[in-house]
């Protein structure tokens, strides 16, 4: 059985190492068109760069925001790990008409309501003062909190270091200590 | 002119064609290829090689948009979509694309495809279980429909066959409801399974057994074991589950046999009157729009159902008005699917130090429990059903109610294993009506001027009561295992969803009521065999794969004996 552990340092050389496993196990090496095909398969989709959908201010009050739902601790937070970016590119290409006017009027309701209830701009609001608006419009705070959730477990950062890694477990242990794996989910 | 259509001819001539990749058609062209047959395969979609898999190593912070489908790909697969999962850009290139793919529905049916080498064989659930002896036997018992014209014996020795080419791994029950067969070892039960299936055995007397699949646990034929990284729907490098691709279309190759012909759509068998037999099949090659004719001895349509049936009504002659082999008015009607989206699931309080290492490829099976003998009749429905489903620990994807949870101890609390849940769901038998059918739409044409298909299909009282007990037997077992929180289901869908479609071309005895005969072969013309999901006479319960793999191989051995014997 195959029980080296992947360094998580490097999608390449796990992948390589990886496929070098599965050749071990067939005892044959794979043919070197699928090794290629598969490494070659790696170039990482274009990440999204920042905001492209949501306009300057909105773009500022969802970061603030999405870093309160999801600070930096001893962990990252959403903004560590492009949330934002992230959230953005939903509301611009992935949620329907409907989800987009939820969220963009969500939007325009915290930085209402922050000015109604603190007579500041969101953004310019302490951690409190924000933490108080979140969530008073339920149906976006509950979209947003999702979007920020999956963008921030999905990311690259989180997949690899917060959560435990292992692209290729090479067997099944159907019940092992939580503590062998740090009581961390796995890495989708 | 006469030399030149010679030479023509002589080149499109095969002993064997067969129409379509996935499960049936390679398993049709491993056999015919293996027993010596020049043989052509025929497939509408693009050339797929084991390997050629693109997005089977990426993570998802690989894909834009973290694998969810934006809304731009959503307009193209607006059908595909239905099941909620196959059109992620994980999986989206193995679905048609239903702008150019376009079918109707008198009432909803949903009808996932994937035109490609391999088809639908690498896109499988894989869950590989043989029918038994009351499957074969219930529609003649009850006076269903008609009777099948072979018995699970006939089949017996076909699924030993095909177990051990595909290799299903599996554990021995010994229950006639779930015939044994030949297994690789099995996958391992998680801790709340375990739990589950034993208090269940205890207190109803019901059987639980890990999932009967085609994923490797053992290296197996030159394809490597299973890596736990259940992303099976993107294409397996490690050739770890069964797919043409990986094991029948690289053993039809290696003999030197086969031929495959990617971007062919198969628009209608040739037919000749005199002969009493079909001669050949006219392509459409989907890039040149040019119609090519190849000819062969011995045709298997193995297209799957729905296709397969197309091209017979596609078919029609002075001899055959009404489509190819439908002197018994069958053709196209008997449309079956799986039932399911029904049952339940429970929240465990126990086993919270534990976890599991590697994402399993495959859950636990409850064997049917219904109608097996006066015992078990229930009153308000015929056949029955069996229970697919897993446990596992919540993720950070688990649905948090309270709003005011957020902050620097929920994205802790994300971080780490949630309860453990158990779910499952019900695959619940379907009659076979004459009245559920699919026809040939002349109104609506496809890229290539061919009509459409259109569905008139639908569950009834006896799908419909079987689900109420599906729900609470669900209920109960998770009672009798307790757990908490346990919240029945029952999302019915519209029949196609379960992808599972059978029947339209129905095996039988009687040439006046059924389109082919105990060997898969179309009454009407014996040298035609339709080997997919189009034949069933009935559907069981369980999944349907292996049964086109052993039903297959079986009238391939046929076909090739009654070739020898100069019969074809």
């Not at chain 2, 109610?401 to 971080?415: C, N, Q, R, T, Y």
Request: aromatic share 10%; proline share 5%.
């Amino acid at each position: 059985m195959p029980t080296a552990p992947v360094p998580a340092d490097s999608t390449l050389l796990s992948r390589r190492e990886a496929l070098a496993r599965a050749a071990l196990m067939l005892g044959a090496a794979l043919s070197p068109s699928i090794v290629a095909g598969v490494l070659r398969a790696q170039a990482p989709a274009a990440a999204p760069a920042g905001r492209r959908h949501l306009d300057a201010s909105q773009f500022q009050t969802v970061s603030a925001a999405v870093e309160r739902i999801l600070p930096r601790t001893e962990t990252p937070g959403a903004l560590d790990v492009g949330v934002p970016a992230f959230v953005d590119l939903m509301y611009g290409e992935f949620l329907t008409a409907d989800e987009r006017f939820l969220f963009a009027t969500g939007v325009k309701d915290i930085e209402a309501m922050a000015r109604e209830r603190h007579a500041r701009a969101f953004t310019a609001l302490d951690a409190a003062g924000q933490d108080d608006v979140l969530g008073r419009d339920k149906p976006f705070f509950a979209l947003l909190r999702e979007l920020a959730v999956t963008g921030y477990f999905t990311s690259e950062p989180v997949g690899r270091n917060v959560l435990h890694y292992d692209p290729v477990p090479g067997r099944w242990d159907a019940c092992i200590p939580l503590a062998d794996v740090g009581n961390r989910n796995w890495t989708r | 002119m006469a030399n030149l259509q010679g030479a023509g001819t002589r080149q499109n001539t095969f002993d064997a064609i067969v129409v379509g990749s996935g499960i049936s058609g390679g398993w049709a062209a491993k056999e015919l290829c293996e027993k010596g047959l020049k043989t052509l395969v025929l497939e509408r979609g693009r050339d797929v090689k084991h390997g050629d898999y693109p997005t089977a190593m990426k993570e998802s912070w690989e894909f834009a948009g973290r694998n969810k489908v934006n809304q731009a790909a959503l307009a193209r697969q607006q059908k595909q979509n239905r099941t909620g999962y196959t059109t992620h850009p994980a999986s989206a290139h193995w679905f048609v694309d239903d702008v150019d793919n376009p079918y109707s529905e008198d009432k909803r049916f949903d009808w996932m495809r994937g035109y490609h080498v391999g088809g639908r064989s690498l896109l499988w659930g894989r869950q590989s279980y043989r029918f038994n002896e009351l499957d074969f036997e219930a529609n003649l018992k009850e006076g269903v429909a008609v009777d099948w014209p072979i018995r699970y014996a006939d089949l017996a020795p076909w699924y030993d066959y095909a177990e051990r080419f595909a290799g299903i791994s599996g554990q021995k029950e010994g229950l006639a409801q779930l015939p044994d067969g030949q297994f690789l070892p099995p996958m391992e039960m998680n801790c709340l399974e375990l739990h589950v299936k034993r208090r269940m055995q205890e207190k109803l007397g019901r059987v639980m057994t890990i999932g009967r699949v085609a994923n490797l646990t053992v290296p197996h034929n030159g394809r490597g074991s299973c890596q736990y990284r259940n992303r099976c729907i993107r294409g397996c490098p490690y050739g770890a589950y069964f797919s043409s691709n990986a094991a029948t279309l690289p053993a039809a190759a290696a003999t030197g046999n086969l031929t495959l012909r990617p971007f062919s759509i198969v628009n209608q068998l040739l037919y000749d009157p005199a002969k009493g037999r079909a001669t050949g099949v006219r392509v459409i090659d989907t890039e040149t729009h040019e119609v090519i004719e190849f000819h062969a001895r011995v045709i298997f349509l193995c297209a799957s159902a729905v296709a397969s049936t197309f091209i017979l009504l596609n078919s029609s002659s002075t001899r055959f008005p009404n489509g190819f082999g439908n002197d018994s008015g069958e053709l196209g009607h008997n449309l079956m699917d799986h039932h399911f989206k029904v049952g339940a699931s429970g929240i465990s309080d126990d086993f919270n130090d534990r976890y599991y290492r590697g994402a399993r490829a495959n859950g636990i099976y409850i064997p049917r429990f219904r109608n097996l003998d006066a015992k078990t009749k229930q009153k308000d429905y015929l056949r029955g059903f069996g229970y697919q489903g897993s446990a596992s620990r919540t993720d950070w994807a688990r649905p948090v109610k309270e709003l005011s949870h957020f902050g620097a101890k929920f994205k802790a609390d994300l971080v780490a294993p949630g309860p453990w849940r158990f779910g499952f769901g019900a695959w619940g038998e379907c009659l076979p009506y004459h009245e559920n059918r699919m026809y040939l739409n002349h109104n609506l044409r496809d890229r290539w001027g061919q009509p459409t298909v259109t569905f008139d299909c639908e569950w009834k009282e006896n799908e419909l009561n079987m689900r109420k007990d599906m729900k609470a037997a669900a209920v109960e077992i998770l009672e009798a295992a307790g757990l908490k929180e346990i919240t029945p289901f029952d999302d019915v869908s519209a029949p196609g969803l379960c992808i599972h479609e059978m029947g339209t071309a129905r095996m039988g005895r009687d040439p006046k009521t059924s389109v082919l005969n105990a060997w898969n072969q179309v009454h009407a013309s014996p040298n035609v065999f339709v080997t997919d999901g189009a034949c069933m006479t009935s559907n069981s319960c369980v999944n349907p794969s292996l049964t086109y793999m052993a039903l297959t191989a079986r009238a391939c051995d046929h076909a090739v004996g009654e070739m020898k014997k100069l019969n074809l």
